[in-house]
């Protein structure tokens, strides 16, 4: 596993075929992130943290679909002193058992730190198509940045952009979307037109 990666996942390794997955950002896609001059910030406690209206429904759906449901993160406040671990890890345990995720990658660095794990770098991606077996070709990464589009691409999914109008560029993604409960049912149409390869 990449140095400084993490997860919280059922014990049991998933066996089978390829399965398709959502790899979800966290927060702009799964819990509100105001915006501090143009750009989104993070819930300090789970006290402040505000599911966005709309994911919980979404993601029932997903999953009932087919998908796993897989966030990767990038919360750099712990590498700047802004948190820590611990109470990043309270707000995706909180998440975890709201949403039903099947599993929870972290990366808490910045960019300093030139980690592999850390989008627009595919780490987290990878690590958690390995553990799950999962077929990036057939999954997508939905993300409210350019990080995470071009982390997706670069792991060979799917992407989506949810787009708050950020101060910051725009990437080009496959889909864009103002929310995951407005892509979720496209995205369930997708699963149904067949099983993933593999």
């Given at each position: ?19 398709r ?22 819930p ?9 209206p ?32 611990s ?31 850390r ?22 990464m ?25 101060r910051?560029?725009r ?28």
């Amino acid at each position: 596993m990449v140095a400084g990666m993490s997860q919280t996942a059922p014990s049991e390794r998933p066996t089978g075929s390829a399965r398709r997955a959502l790899f979800l950002d966290r927060d702009g896609v799964l819990n509100v992130a105001p915006q501090v001059d143009g750009l989104p910030t993070s819930p300090a406690t789970v006290a402040a943290m505000e599911i966005i209206p709309g994911v919980e429904e979404a993601c029932a759906r997903l999953k009932a679909a087919g998908f796993l449901l897989v966030m990767v993160t990038n919360q750099p406040d712990i590498a700047n002193a802004k948190t820590t671990r611990s109470k990043v890890d309270a707000i995706n345990r909180a998440l975890q058992a709201r949403l039903g995720l099947d599993a929870i990658y972290v990366c808490p660095h910045n960019d300093r730190d030139n980690c592999e794990c850390r989008k627009p770098k595919p780490g987290l991606l990878l690590t958690a198509a390995r553990r799950w077996n999962i077929d990036l070709a057939a999954s997508y990464m939905i993300g409210d940045r350019w990080r995470d589009v071009e982390a997706g691409r670069a792991a060979g999914c799917r992407t989506v952009f949810v787009d708050h109008g950020y101060r910051e560029r725009r990437p080009q993604a496959d889909i864009i979307t103002t929310s995951l409960a407005a892509v979720a049912p496209m995205l369930v149409a997708d699963v149904r037109r067949g099983p993933a390869a593999g």
